[in-house]
């Protein structure tokens, strides 16, 4: 899930995290595959979010085995939990403030703002409202509106129509 409100975003990597990436340097040397990444880590206090989500598809598309040089000379499990934890509780911490905002009467918080066309707008198109998706109490609670389907209207006139010419004797 990406998230713009976190791009250009920095977050400072644990010293627990960077020390146990120092071990695995000395561990494994400065040809193991993975030493530049594990090597800029240490270099810099701070990691982008753009770079955690690198190390983060790098960990869940790793084919290899667990104990292979490369996957832990980044940090192995304990790289691998902190990105999770960090991103995860980043990107919740996001998407609970614009829900709550979204209940609370503001639009849009999902989607980015824009402006309307109205020069190139079609008059003539015929809109149908659109059906909201999720629980009658939802609906309510947001102040949303929930439309029935065209047909059961007009299965409930037809209905209607017939129960009244049959009482009226109009048939």
């Given at each position: 899930?990406?998230?713009?409100?976190l791009?250009?975003?920095?977050?400072?990597c644990?010293?627990?995290?960077r020390?146990?990436?120092?071990k695995?340097?000395?561990?494994?040397?400065?040809k193991?595959?993975?030493?530049?990444?594990?090597?800029?880590?240490l270099?810099?206090?701070?990691?982008?979010?753009?770079h955690?989500k690198?190390?983060?598809?790098?960990?869940?598309?790793?084919?290899?085995?667990?104990?292979?040089?490369?996957?832990?000379?980044i940090?192995?499990?304990?790289?691998?939990?902190?990105?999770?934890?960090?991103?995860?509780?980043?990107r919740?911490s996001?998407?609970?403030?614009?829900?709550v905002?979204?209940?609370?009467?503001?639009?849009?918080?999902?989607k980015?703002?824009?402006?309307?066309?109205?020069?190139?707008?079609?008059?003539?198109?015929?809109?149908?409202?659109?059906?909201?998706?999720?629980?009658?109490?939802?609906?309510?609670?947001?102040?949303?509106?929930?439309y029935?389907?065209?047909?059961d209207e007009?299965?409930?006139?037809?209905?209607?129509?017939?129960?009244?010419?049959k009482?009226?004797?109009?048939?």
């Open positions: 899930m990406a998230n713009s409100d791009q250009n975003k920095t977050f400072e644990p010293l627990e995290i020390n146990h990436i120092k695995m340097i000395n561990k494994y040397g400065e193991t595959k993975g030493y530049k990444r594990a090597n800029g880590l270099d810099k206090k701070s990691i982008t979010y753009e955690l690198r190390i983060k598809n790098f960990f869940d598309t790793y084919s290899g085995n667990e104990k292979d040089s490369e996957y832990n000379i940090g192995g499990d304990k790289m691998k939990q902190w990105v999770n934890k960090t991103l995860d509780s980043k919740n996001l998407h609970h403030v614009k829900k905002k979204q209940e609370t009467g503001m639009d849009n918080q999902f980015k703002t824009h402006t309307k066309d109205n020069n190139n707008k079609n008059i003539t198109k015929i809109r149908t409202p659109k059906l909201h998706k999720g629980s009658v109490n939802h609906q309510i609670y947001t102040g949303k509106v929930r029935e389907s065209v047909d007009i299965t409930t006139i037809k209905y209607l129509i017939e129960y009244l010419n009482d009226y004797g109009t048939e």
